[in-house]
T-cell receptor, first 111, second 116 residues
Framework: SQTIHQWPATLVQPVGSPLSLECTVE??????LYWYRQAAGRGLQLLFY??????ISSEVPQNLSASRPQDRQFILSSKKLLLSDSGFYLC??????????FGNGTRLTVT | AQSVTQLDSHVSVSEGTPVLLRCNYS??????LFWYVQHPNKGLQLLLK??????LVKGINGFEAEFKKSETSFHLTKPSAHMSDAAEYFC??????????????FGKGTMLLVSP
């Protein structure tokens, strides 16, 4: 079965600082990988998805970027954080003919 | 295009009473449907899935859901609520589970509150 490792669990960063959130996947190969954001009182917003190494699709224009340097590694980044980047970030994975599985999330607070 | 409507933002039940979380969907294709549960500051955990097999789907923790095409519904039920069921629940529709380009649409979530 798939296991998703996501870290850190919580993060407090000042406005203007860079961001790097990492997600790695075990138990599957060539998965589709996703980054979602969950802001307070709102549903899940799909930020990025990837169907393969270096293949990234962005769903919404924003201050964030994503990269997939290896098959089972997905990184969410920002050069300069904004207050509006605060939220709960979830990495998710889907193998062939299987539903979406989520990591435990990172709570990001931008101060 | 597809959409998901979770009809209640909050549902309150007493421990030991039945749970009903409502979900209606629209989809141009034969959809796959899912229910996820999220406890505070945790990721989403898959409860159950419907992928065009049996219309009554049994999931983990005693939950089940029935796919009703005529009503475009996929309501989540449990006969007897437990305190540990208190969490947020998300209904999700996918247009094609086998496609790398399938679109997943999440409902806005229903918060289940369980009182002793």
């Amino acid at each position: 079965s798939q296991t998703i490792h996501q870290w850190p669990a919580t993060l407090v960063q000042p406005v203007g600082s860079p961001l790097s959130l990492e997600c790695t996947v075990e138990g599957t190969s060539n998965p589709n990988l996703y980054w979602y954001r969950q802001a307070a009182g709102r549903g899940l917003q799909l930020l990025f998805y990837s169907i393969g190494i270096d293949q990234i699709s962005s769903e919404v224009p924003q201050n964030l970027s994503a990269s997939r340097p290896q098959d089972r590694q997905f990184i969410l980044s920002s050069k300069k954080l904004l207050l509006s980047d605060s939220g709960f970030y979830l990495c998710a994975c889907r193998g062939y003919n299987s539903p979406l599985h989520f990591g435990n999330g990172t709570r990001l607070t931008v101060t | 295009a597809q959409s998901v409507t979770q009809l209640d933002s909050h549902v309150s039940v007493s421990e030991g009473t039945p749970v009903l979380l409502r979900c209606n969907y629209s989809s141009s294709y034969s959809p796959s449907l899912f229910w996820y549960v999220q406890h505070p500051n945790k990721g989403l955990q898959l409860l159950l899935k419907y992928t065009s097999a049996a219309t009554l789907v049994k999931g983990i923790n005693g939950f089940e859901a029935e796919f009703k095409k005529s009503e475009t519904s996929f309501h989540l039920t449990k006969p007897s609520a437990h305190m540990s069921d208190a969490a947020e629940y998300f209904c999700v529709v996918s247009d094609n589970l086998n496609s790398g380009y399938s679109t997943l649409t999440f409902g806005k979530g229903t918060m289940l509150l369980v009182s002793p």
